[in-house]
């Protein structure tokens, strides 16, 4: 969608969300807030991130194109219009990550209509906080080894079991759920279900502790939860489908879900800045050529991201749905981690000074950002697995035995 390929309403609504944005950007936060949605640990940085998604919501700049039955606002080609506008204008990411770029999409595509007016608006106005349950101790890579097990008792299934690395888990009031309801069948025997979390009986979750001192993401352990049939989402032994449906959205959201700060143009001028500030053999690092020359292969890389997610949105040059939101996947999260692995060069001795000492570049952002980027290149299924795929199914190669 060039800019010449825009309806006149689409440009009405740039020059509107770009207009709001500066009006309306929000104060500065009452404390600092981490780099992600997925690192968010407080109440009062939940609070602020959740006024602040409710904004944009009620602004128009989230739910753009959902249907107003389901508590969007009903446009076509709007939303990737508010989120690259959301990233330009660097304001807090949206802290429903997991509802806006998950379980919405997930619960348009194979919802009821009464699940679709019940949940997509919680989810798009950042009110009520989902978090997905996929991962177990068992079943990472291997999703469909799930041992949670949800058995039919009358009109509801009761669930036990334990899930991990359950990113916003504490704040969570749903979550997205696949569990076994069949030991006779790996894959068509599982089922998906939206379940409720916080404050529901038999529902216990506890935080973990990453290696940042961050406690995002946690482990979920169910005992005898009831769940009822009605927040079961399509058929009973349907859950490997519906949970391809949430894949490939969480895989292809780099997008989707207006994350501000993430973009990779402000990446590039904040090596620039840090490089003006620091020194490297008695030079400026700004000025040293070997600085110079990484940042620019940093920036070269940033540019084909860019041009890639303008690619995906040319039909012709699509020639496989999963080919772009993979390699996106995969290139966007190495990319976040080589520049933070340079900002840390830049640094230098003084990328060793972390987040709470005052003499640190940035206020600690580098090592931060470094040391959160591994996690970048686990979630959604890991780097390795990503080019599995990428080159099983998409490429053709010989299955890896
Ligand atoms: C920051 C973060 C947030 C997360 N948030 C969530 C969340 O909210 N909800 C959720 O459900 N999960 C979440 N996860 C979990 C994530 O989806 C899993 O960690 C991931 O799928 C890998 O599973 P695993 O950790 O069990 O590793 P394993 O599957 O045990 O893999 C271990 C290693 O072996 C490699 N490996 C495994 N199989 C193969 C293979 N066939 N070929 C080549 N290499 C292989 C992997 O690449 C990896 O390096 C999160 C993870 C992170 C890091």
């Known amino acids: 969608m060039t800019e010449a390929n825009l309806t006149p309403e689409q440009l009405e609504f740039r020059e509107y969300a770009q207009r709001w944005l500066e009006e309306n950007a929000p104060p500065p936060p009452p404390e600092r807030l981490p780099i992600t949605p997925i690192e968010v640990m407080t109440v009062g940085q939940r609070d602020y991130l959740q006024d602040w998604q409710y904004k944009c919501f009620a602004a128009g700049l989230v739910g753009a194109d959902y249907p107003k039955a389901y508590g969007g606002h009903g446009h076509t080609g709007f939303q990737r219009i508010a989120n690259q506008e959301l990233n330009r204008a660097q304001v807090p990411f949206l802290i429903n990550i997991v509802g806006l770029s998950m379980a919405a999409p997930t619960i348009l595509h194979h919802g009821t209509e009464e699940q679709k007016r019940k949940f997509i608006p919680g989810c798009l106005s950042g009110e009520e906080i989902w978090c997905q349950g996929f991962s177990e101790p068992g079943a990472g890579s291997d999703l469909a080894n799930q041992r949670t097990s949800a058995v039919r008792e009358a009109e509801d299934w009761i669930v036990n079991g334990h899930k991990v690395w359950t990113s916003l888990g504490h ?44 406690t995002g993401f946690n482990e979920v352990f169910f005992e005898d939860v009831r769940v009822p049939d009605a927040n079961r989402l399509d058929d009973v032994g349907k859950g490997w489908a519906v949970a391809m449906t949430t894949l490939l959205a969480e895989r292809g959201a780099s997008e989707g879900a207006g994350s501000g700060g993430g973009s990779g143009s402000s990446a590039i001028a904040d090596l620039i800045e840090l490089a003006r500030n620091s020194w490297r053999d008695g030079v400026l690092a700004v000025d040293d050529p070997v600085t110079r020359d ?87 299924g890991t780097n390795e697995i990503q080019r599995n795929i990428l080159g099983e199914r998409v490429l053709g190669l010989p299955k890896s035995k």
Not at 301 to 306: K, T
């Open 294 to 380: 990484a940042i620019i292969q940093r920036a070269i890389v940033g540019e084909g991201l860019r041009q890639n997610g303008r690619r995906a949105r040319v039909a012709a040059l699509c020639d496989h749905p999963m080919r772009l939101p993979l390699q996106q996947k995969l290139t966007a999260s190495e990319f976040q981690q080589d520049n933070a692995r340079l900002g840390v060069e830049i640094a230098g001795a003084s990328a060793s000074l972390y987040k709470l000492d005052p003499r640190a570049p940035d206020a600690g952002h580098w090592p931060l950002a470094y040391l959160n980027s591994y996690g970048n290149t686990i979630a959604a």
């Open 171 to 214: 704040f969570a009031k749903w979550m997205i759920l696949v569990t076994r309801t069949s030991k006779d069948d790996k894959y068509n025997g599982l089922t998906y279900f939206l379940c409720p979390i916080a404050g529901h009986a038999g529902v216990t979750v506890r935080p973990l502790v990453k290696i940042t001192g961050e």
